[in-house]
């Protein structure tokens, strides 16, 4: 074992994740930092080319295309707003 993976005096038994970001020794057994960033907000803008033919049934659902559509980008938003309520669409 390496002297950087041993705790430092005075610290014993507090591991402190040391390294270079994405640096790995051999074996894979290298220390990797992952500084916390704060997620950004997002401007979002969606654009749906809408014909008649997305108002016909599709055959296996029992909705329209546009209706599916519709659902996809409800089930997007949420999750990013979940992810970040700041978000704009």
Same mark, same amino acid.
């Given at each position: 074992?390496?002297?950087?993976?041993?705790?430092?005096?005075?610290?014993?038994?507090? #591991? /402190?994740?040391? *390294?270079?970001?994405?640096?790995?020794?051999?074996?894979? %057994?290298?220390?990797?930092?992952? +500084?916390?960033?704060?997620?950004?907000?997002?401007?979002?803008?969606?654009?749906?080319?809408?014909?008649?033919?997305?108002?016909?049934? #599709? /055959?296996?659902? *029992?909705?329209?295309?546009?209706?599916?559509?519709?659902? %996809?980008?409800?089930?997007?938003? +949420?999750?990013?707003?979940?992810?970040?309520?700041?978000?704009?669409?």
């Amino acid at each position: 074992m390496s002297s950087s993976s041993l705790p430092k005096e005075g610290n014993r038994g507090q #591991m /402190k994740m040391e *390294g270079i970001e994405g640096d790995a020794t051999v074996g894979g %057994a290298g220390r990797y930092i992952l +500084n916390p960033t704060r997620i950004n907000s997002e401007d979002i803008i969606f654009c749906v080319d809408v014909d008649a033919e997305s108002l016909v049934e #599709m /055959k296996t659902a *029992g909705v329209t295309r546009l209706d599916s559509i519709k659902q %996809a980008i409800l089930l997007f938003v +949420n999750s990013k707003l979940s992810i970040n309520p700041d978000h704009r669409f």
